[in-house]
């Protein structure tokens, strides 16, 4: 399809375990961007990346979350050694380029914690 | 902390009626963003509104952008029961452009056949 992709749709771990969610954005999107929603809340924003600049990571909850984009194609977020407070859907989004463009979500990730 | 204060946190309307929801803020947006989103799914752009004062309208749904640009309101004319779902608003504040997204607690909308 022509929309975001983002996988797995399901996550379950137990807790310590690191997870590594994917996510492809839109062809031709320059802008990606990683939101956390826990269950019945807003999105909160985690990080952005935009072309070859460096990424604002200033919505990352703590050290254990990073994010990298290879090719300033596909995205990948992992957190490491998992608690049970990371459980919450992940979503992506991407926008062609940056500026005040509206941002298309993919489904999200729900990740669940053990 | 929280920016944008969205309301009604829920609404339980009949179908064929008129629905309306807003978000303020004490801070300018540049853009206001407003997104559906259904159980499972990620959120679904409706309306994008650029400049202050604008009036927007996308079948049903039609949206502003408050002329302080402090605050946006969106309405649902003739809900039918598809409507269901939670609307978001959101919105670039003034000095993030093109970076996060400030998103409302979103409005919980139910619609009775």
């Known amino acids: 399809g022509a929309g975001v992709s983002q996988s797995p749709s399901n996550k379950v771990t137990e807790k310590g375990k690191d997870v590594e969610l994917r996510c492809d954005p839109i062809?031709?999107?320059?802008?990606l961007y990683w939101y956390r929603q826990s269950l019945g809340q807003g999105l909160e924003f985690l990080i952005y990346?935009?072309?070859?600049?460096?990424?604002?990571k200033s919505g990352l909850p703590s050290d254990r979350f990073s994010a990298e984009r290879t090719g300033g194609s596909v995205s990948t977020l992992t957190i490491q050694r998992t608690q049970q407070e990371d459980s919450a859907v992940y979503l992506c989004?991407?926008?062609?380029?940056?500026?005040?463009?509206?941002?298309?979500f993919g489904d999200g990730t729900r990740l669940s914690i053990l | 902390g929280q920016q944008l204060n969205q309301s009604p946190q829920s609404m339980f309307i009949q179908e064929g009626e008129d629905v309306s929801m807003n978000c303020t803020s004490s801070?300018?947006?540049?853009?206001w963003l407003w997104y559906k989103q259904d159980p499972g799914e990620g959120p679904v752009l409706l309306i994008a509104?650029?400049?202050?004062?604008e009036l927007t309208s996308n079948g049903r749904l039609t949206a502003q952008f408050g002329i302080t640009r402090k605050d946006s309101f969106l309405n649902i004319s003739a809900s039918i029961p598809s409507d269901v779902g939670i609307y978001f608003c959101?919105?670039?504040?003034?000095?993030?452009?093109?970076?996060?997204?400030?998103f409302g607690e979103g409005t919980q909308l139910t619609v009775n056949p």
């Open positions: 989004a991407s926008s062609y380029r940056d500026g005040n463009q509206p941002q298309h």
């Open positions: 062809s031709g999107h320059t802008a």
């Open positions: 990346f935009q072309g070859n600049s460096a990424p604002d």
């Open positions: 801070s300018i947006f540049n853009t």
């Open positions: 509104l650029y400049k202050a004062g």
């Open positions: 959101a919105g670039y504040l003034r000095g993030t452009s093109g970076s996060r997204l400030t």
